[in-house]
């Protein structure tokens, strides 16, 4: 049985914004005109289109300099990669060129950040505060345990072996596609099974609860029930990351969209930076909609272009754009 618990508020930052001529960095002399608009572009929703070679980290790393440089408090950014070690590279790099504040940010993957977040409010999803967290080979086993329990798989025709179950409970909520519709779209071969795989997952989410377990998909999804059943939680987040930028964007899946939204409903001061010509994260249930989307689910939201290449010769960009005019991609 979960404790008690009692919801703690997040502090507030009061910014204090500086003059932009009186910043340490001359941003307009190291930067190329697109990355000095994207970085120098602070509030409201903004599109950051940027394939390789482009310098893409090179923007990140000079927009949480020049944030810190006009008076965001450290704590007040937010920035969100698949890789705790590409978070870190990035404040170390923006540390080396301002100071030492850009390793005061938070920084890190969304599942590192959501654990972080459920830890102090567990408690207001029925969870204890020391919930134990499990990978994808844990996860499996206890699927299979739960098959075997409910003699599964003893059935004469075939049922679904843990991974395949484990993938489908996985998309569906990365998805957030309902079990019936992913059977129906994936897996045709199970639909006669669907109750029986309904069964399991019932019985895979009450084991969990009962032993304050969660994997990592539950990491998002009990965040973002979080905080759309906790009006407060949600406030409170909003008020405090009050600057989120997400790397990588085009490999983000709908679950991690639907974070983003939920946590800068107040103030809308969002940075996204993907490539709309890479997606390649999809059996994670990614999806290239995010970006195509992105300036519906943010009106007035500005894009803007990283078109300058510092990788490649003339004559390989030529052919990728020409490869590229004449794939047809379903972004659907």
Known sequence: MAKKFTLQPLPTDHLHLIQPQHLKINYRQELNPAQYEAVTSVNGPHLIIAGAGTGKTRTIVYRVSYLIELGVKPSAILLLTFTRKAAFEMMRRAAVLLDGRCEQIAGGTFHSFANNILRKYAGLIGYDANFTILDQTDAEDVINLIRTRLKFDTKEKRFPRKEALYDLYSRSINTLTTLKDLLALDYPNYLEQEADIHAVHAAYVQYKRQHNLMDYDDLLLNLTVLLKQHEAVRAALSDKYKY?????????????????????????????????????????????????????????????????????????????NEILKRTSFNAK
């Open 244 to 320: 989120i930028m997400v790397d990588e964007y085009q490999d983000t899946n709908r679950m991690q969209a639907e974070l983003v939204k939920l946590l800068t409903f107040k103030h809308q001061n969002v940075m996204v930076v993907g490539d709309d010509a890479q997606c390649i994260y999809s059996f994670r249930g990614s999806t290239i909609r995010n970006i195509l989307e992105f300036p519906q689910e943010y009106p007035g939201c500005r894009v803007i272009k990283l078109e300058e290449n510092y990788r490649s010769t003339q004559p390989i960009l030529n052919l990728a």
